[in-house]
């Protein structure tokens, strides 16, 4: 069975928001067999509105509206479906009873046109709303589906876990099964050169790679009949997948790396502490995501200033004199520095030009150092980014990340 | 000129990111005379994806594309578009050079089938790309106009301001000019009542309200054939909006908190240090965003461990013992002793707890202290948090960040 999600709103062609109800509904119906192919968003009006669930009726089996259930003129989804599908809308006294129940429960007064979100189209099923007052509903018309549900997200997830999975999974025959392999350190292009017969012998499982900033993912998809049999069918894929890839790969669960390095450390019981200069402290905001990481990472010193480098972490002021507060040097002796003074068993520090301004010819914006230093030993990373701040400060956080999980893995 | 927005990728419709590139493109076009219409979102399927860009070209003046332009073989949006339009590709020799020196600069190898991307149909204006592979392009065919560019936000939208904004800026006739004041320490009931009259008597320019995590904000739009008359519009509006609201406004250019009072700092010459417990250098993160920061933003200690706030802020461990290390009086002694051991003109501390874990009854999740440290004086703030662990981080670091902008005002 195949979908597709329209979203009824104005707020999201004024871009006021993201569409995240596609995104959340688009990740769970592959599990109960069906295959989102489009999304569409139109605004609060009648005939464009009509136009769209035409157009989705006729290119899918089964359309997922989110939105314009709400009590006001222009919330309109329900007698538009109604009208294309030739269906009354019909007093549902069960829901007008939980929506005066509602506002007596949150002690306001009902209005008047609140009583509008009572009425449903004739013969559906109805999706009851336990934490607002629109209620929603599947419609099964002329081999096609239509489910209406409201557009707040706290309204809308609960609705479609309580009802619209079991619905779907009910009738599924087959399903989608997929698993997400992350990597960093490697390319998309390069990445793809490593298992071009993989992709292209692709018929189940598929294969689809994407690039995100400073990472590569591959999506392995097995269309199957029970998330066992997609499993099975994964298995040798990413089997063969890692023996090229190798260390590359940093998760087979679809983790961000701050979480997977986080989880690393607090497993092996390995402290940490850090030295931040144009990262800022990102790698610190990061790793301190992750809930209980308290027991391993000890500290982080944001050290901006050169005088900071100096009192903070030790860092000998010849050698900035000498090669600068961006330097190989500099950065092994602040990851040495943050080390020896917190006690931990890794330090790790980054010192770099983010840009805009700051660079020279010698030393451009994008030039980055990060340093490893653990027992008596220190290993540095030499980068030349491009891209603005934002970009630049982010793949250094990675790539820093990127060091301490492999330094994790080769002790 | 009404607008579509064809966004092209199966990791979309696979859930895995949001379309926050149609939120974007959406937030900026009527400011330049384009009413979005429709959003679309399609795989990487040639056949699907040409259905949907001739329904969009059936019904929209211009269509704007984001994804598909990479170098694999599922990347087939400039294949299509031009079939689509009975266009050629044709080598762009000045792209190929450009994808070539991004490869050399970068230090990494090009691999083959980027040259792909260099190629892009006949007579369109090519959009080069500064921080990727994939320039983008527009074409003008049959009074319609398609614009393709690259998926990765930090590509597509410096290529959308620099060519795309002012290529519709020199067609509009008329067009949307937007002011976005941003509120803090206000609640969005709160704002609304103080000005309903000014929002029940509206007709050009129009208000909107909106709430964000923490804040709230204000979009006034006026409809326009010029910026100056549209500025000329909103003016007044501004000037009575502001006279009520007074102090809860932070910023009148849409900027965020943490540039405002960056820009703050520099402005006037303020040096600070921080202290960060429980925002895990979040805060320094937002304040080192700032171009030109390193001026006056001295350094940032995350000081995790207990034995942290002693080592590294002159924390009594006695302090810590017998209030607790989320205590307004440790928060207190951290801010004191960061400002002096830094010797800047501000000192600023968070300690809290962010959860899930750590709470108690006494002492539950979502209690902050801030605490801000200048001459001899010192401010703490209490603050009771709902939410979870990114939640209750980012409002927190709003809050410190509007202490200092407070703080600024009132020297």
Do not use: W
């Amino acid at each position: 069975m195949n979908a597709e999600i329209l979203a009824v709103g104005t707020e999201l062609l004024m871009g006021q928001i993201a569409n995240t109800n596609a995104q959340y509904i688009s990740g769970r119906l592959p599990e109960v067999g069906v295959n989102v192919y489009y999304h569409s968003v139109v605004g609060d009006n009648p005939k464009r509105l009509k136009d769209c669930l035409e157009i989705a009726l006729k290119r899918s089996d089964a359309v997922i509206m989110t939105g314009g259930l709400g009590p006001t003129q222009d919330d309109l989804t329900k007698e538009t479906v109604a009208e294309t599908l030739g269906k009354k809308l019909v007093l549902h006294e069960e829901s007008l009873k939980k929506i005066e129940e509602y506002f007596a429960k949150t002690n306001r007064p009902m209005a008047k046109n609140n009583i509008k979100q009572a009425y449903l189209p004739e013969g559906c099923i109805v999706i009851s709303n336990n934490n607002g007052t629109a209620p929603g509903c599947i419609i099964e018309s002329g081999g096609k589906v239509v489910i209406m549900l409201p557009g707040p997200p706290s309204e809308m997830k609960p609705m479609f876990e309580d009802t619209v999975i079991p619905y779907f999974l009910n009738k599924a025959k087959s399903m989608l099964v997929s698993k997400h392999i992350r990597m960093i350190g490697i390319g998309e292009s390069a990445m793809e050169e490593k298992i071009m017969d993989l992709i292209q012998n692709q018929t189940n499982p598929t294969i689809a790679p994407y690039a995100k900033e400073g990472e590569v993912t591959l999506r392995i998809t097995a269309n199957c009949s029970s998330r066992e049999e997609g499993e099975g069918l994964i298995a040798p894929v990413v089997d063969e997948i890692r023996k090229r890839l190798g260390n590359t790969i940093y998760s087979l669960e679809d983790k961000p790396l701050y979480a997977v390095v986080g989880e690393m450390l607090i497993e092996k019981n390995i402290t940490i502490a850090l030295a931040e200069s144009c990262t800022g402290g990102l790698i610190a905001e990061m790793l301190t995501n992750v809930p209980g990481i308290s027991r391993v990472f000890d500290r982080g010193i944001v050290s901006y200033s050169n005088q900071s480098k100096v009192e903070c972490l030790g860092v000998n002021p010849e050698t900035i004199q000498r090669f600068g507060a961006v330097s190989r040097e500099t950065a092994v002796e602040m990851a040495r520095g943050i080390k020896e003074r917190s006690g931990t068993d890794i330090g790790l520090s980054v010192t770099g030009i983010a840009g805009p301004g700051g660079g020279t010819p010698q030393k451009p914006v994008g030039l980055v150092y990060i340093a490893l230093a653990y027992g008596d030993q220190v290993e540095c990373r030499e980068l030349r980014l491009m891209g603005n701040r934002a970009k630049i400060r982010n793949i250094t956080a990675l790539n820093a990340l990127d060091m301490i999980r492999l330094h994790i893995m080769n002790q």
